[in-house]
C-alpha cells in the first residue's frame, strides 16, 4: 500500500539505508527480586529459600556454599506471588571489592524489601549484633540509598541457639532501631510462615519506587534537522553538504536507472535543484554531494 501511487506503484530498487552509528556500551545484568535474602555466609540463607520457595540451591556446611544468586518464587496464602532471591554471603569490605562483594551488592539493589538473616546459635561464635552492624556498613558504604530500604531481621538456627542472651541482645537492638525481628529455623521450618505472611503484607504495602539510580539518561529521537543542506561555489564546482546529503547518497544506487530518477526527484523535493539553479549551475558543471562527483545536465 506504501508504493501505490500513481508515480511508483511498485519498489523495482533497494536503499542502503543510512550511516549508522557505533557506539561501545557496557551492560550490566542485575537481578530483580521483591525480597533478597542478605547477610553472612553459612547463616542459612539458602536452606531459607529451599523452604520458602521450589527453589533447589546448593547447601552444605561450609561458608560460600552460594556463590551466584538464586531465585525462588513464593506464593502466599493470599493467592499472590513474589520472587525472593537468595544473595550469596557478604562479608566485611564486600564494598571496596573484597572477594565478589560488589556483584553481589549490585544485586541488592534491585530488591524492594531485605531479610537480614543473622546465626544466632552461637556454635560458629559469631556475635549476632556484630554481625548486623558489619552487614550495614557495607550496604551504607555501597550506596545511602540501599542502607534505608525496607529491612527485617530474620534470627537463624534457633533450634541449635546455645546462649539465648545474644538472641536477646538482637532484639534490643531490634527494638532501639524500630525493626521488625523474627526467630526462625529454617532446618525445622520453625517461624517461617508468620515471617512470610508478615512478608506478604509488606510487599503490599510498600510504595513502588525506582530502584536504581540512572547516573545518565539518553534520549534518542529522530534528527530533526535531517533535511537541512548548504551549497557552496567554487568556479564551475558546487559543493552540496549537510544531513540531507548524507541521507539522500546513502540511499540510491547510481548505477539503476529508476534509483536515478528517484534521486533527481528528491533533489527537487529538498530544494537542492533550486538552490543550485539559484547560484547559477549550468551545463556540464560539477556538483559533489556526499564525496560524489557528478556533472550537471539540464
Known amino acids: 500500500m506504501h508504493f501505490a501511487t ?30 533478597g535474602l542478605i547477610g553472612f555466609p553459612n ?12 527453589a533447589k540451591p546448593k547447601i552444605a556446611d561450609y561458608h560460600f556454599t552460594t556463590i551466584i544468586p538464586n531465585l525462588g518464587v513464593v506464593k502466599s496464602n493470599y493467592g499472590d506471588s513474589f520472587v525472593i532471591a537468595d544473595i550469596p554471603g557478604i562479608i566485611e569490605g564486600a564494598s571496596t571489592g573484597v572477594g565478589l562483594g560488589i556483584q553481589f551488592l549490585r544485586h541488592i539493589e534491585r530488591t524492594r524489601l531485605l531479610l537480614h ?90 510504595p513502588k519506587e525506582e530502584l536504581i539510580e540512572i547516573e545518565e539518561k539518553m534520549v534518542y529521537t529522530l534528527d530533526n534537522e535531517k533535511d537541512q ?10 559543493i552540496v553538504e549537510g544531513p540531507a546529503v548524507v541521507r539522500l547518497m546513502g540511499r540510491i544506487n547510481l548505477e539503476d536507472n529508476e534509483s536515478m530518477h528517484y534521486f ?26 556526499d564525496g560524489w562527483e557528478l556533472e550537471w545536465y539540464d
Open 117 to 206: 538473616v543473622i546465626d544466632v546459635s552461637g556454635i560458629e561464635g559469631r556475635n549476632p549484633v556484630e554481625d548486623f552492624y558489619t552487614i550495614n556498613k557495607e550496604l551504607e558504604s555501597y550506596s545511602e540509598k540501599l542502607s534505608k530500604r525496607t529491612q527485617i531481621i530474620v534470627a537463624n538456627k534457633v533450634d541449635v541457639m546455645q546462649n539465648e542472651e545474644q538472641y536477646k541482645e538482637l532484639e534490643k537492638l531490634a527494638k532501639e532501631k524500630n525493626m521488625e525481628i523474627y526467630k526462625i529455623s529454617a532446618a525445622t521450618g520453625e517461624g517461617i510462615d508468620a515471617l512470610m505472611d508478615r512478608v506478604t503484607k509488606i510487599l503490599k504495602e510498600l
Open 6 to 35: 500513481s508515480t511508483r506503484q511498485a519498489p523495482r530498487f533497494s536503499q542502503d539505508g543510512e550511516k549508522g552509528k557505533e557506539k561501545e556500551v557496557i551492560l550490566e545484568l542485575k537481578l530483580l527480586a521483591d525480597v
Open 229 to 238: 543542506f548548504s551549497v557552496t561555489k567554487d568556479g564551475k564546482i558546487f
Open 264 to 289: 533527481q526527484k528528491s533533489l527537487r523535493e529538498l530544494g537542492i535543484e533550486a538552490k543550485l539553479k539559484e547560484l547559477g549551475v549550468g551545463e556540464g558543471d560539477t556538483v559533489i554531494l
Open 43 to 54: 547463616v542459612g540463607k539458602s536452606t531459607f529459600l529451599s523452604k520458602v520457595t521450589s
